[in-house]
């Protein structure tokens, strides 16, 4: 059975939650394009291409993670404060 608090908790897209999302996909999206980085030049202090990309990809995953996060609680405590918001 549904009622009248299912309709507040229907998704919204706004751009912050597209930017979100961005956010939250770019990382798959340059992992799975292997032919972007199968390959050994340049090396950065010895280490092939290949490897200190993926390394890098990590440090930048977790940024765009951990933006992704504040975005993501700014836009809920907004939608809290405006009343028409879900508490998750």
């Not at 979100?20 to 799975?32: G, N, S």
């Not at 980085?37 to 951990?66: E, R």
Request: charged share 15%; aromatic share 14%; proline share 5%.
């Amino acid at each position: 059975m549904s009622d009248a608090s299912d309709v507040s908790r229907t998704a919204v897209v706004t751009p912050v939650r597209v930017v979100i999302a961005l956010c939250l996909i770019a990382p798959f999206v340059a992992m799975l394009w292997v032919g972007s980085y199968a390959k050994t030049d340049p090396a950065f202090i010895g280490i092939p291409f290949f490897y200190w990309y993926q390394m890098l990809w990590v440090i930048v995953s977790t940024a765009l993670t951990m933006t992704a996060y504040k975005l993501w609680q700014r836009d809920q405590r907004a939608r809290k404060a405006q009343g028409g918001g879900a508490s998750k």
